[in-house]
């Protein structure tokens, strides 16, 4: 069982698990090319390692010729882990807002990249925000916006510029991450 409070940085899958979701993504997108436009979750092979069956959040990143094609994610664990990665997978591909859906014929193309979710808190101090380790969640009043660890680093931001890309991601001003009433939040991810 995992400590939802442990240090995400402790979380480790084998390869023949990162293969297993990895391929679980594969299925559940061609699954709806072949007409299965509800995800039969039932049809999903069990994990060999109980840890694939931990409540853990995740986000599945799909990316074609190295361009965002996709990304949706649950930042916290309501269900197994290989179940959530199968429906942010179907999500990322056929359900993002910012893009039309993948194509059968595009697939061929897309890369894949999974993130498994480390406990959410409270920032306790932006100074303590390290680049491409901590991701931010960005809140104000309704406003609400994410970026994942990685984002910041493969953009080689600095830590200001992530703030105020998170804050524009959550559809707020640049400088709205100083505002007393914003909460930041921040979290591990394990990035495969």
Partial sequence: MI??????????????????????????????????????????????????????????????????????????????????????????????????????????EISVEISIMGPLTLCPDTDSIEVGTHGLIMQYVQYSGLLLPQVAKEWQWDKITFLEQTCLKAGLQPHMWKHEDTKIYWFEAYVF
């Fill in 3 to 108: 400590d939802n409070n442990a240090d995400v940085r402790s979380f480790c899958l084998s390869e023949a698990d990162k293969q297993y979701l990895r391929q679980i993504v594969h299925n559940s997108i061609t699954s709806y090319f072949e007409g299965e436009h509800s995800l039969n979750e039932d049809n999903i092979l069990k994990p060999e390692n109980p840890l694939l069956e931990e409540h853990l959040g995740a986000f599945v990143t799909l990316t074609q010729n190295g361009s965002l094609r996709g990304c949706i994610g649950n930042v916290v664990g309501n269900d197994a882990l290989y179940r959530t990665v199968a429906r942010m997978a179907r999500a990322a591909a056929f359900e993002d807002p910012r893009f039309p859906p993948v194509s059968e014929e595009e697939f061929a």
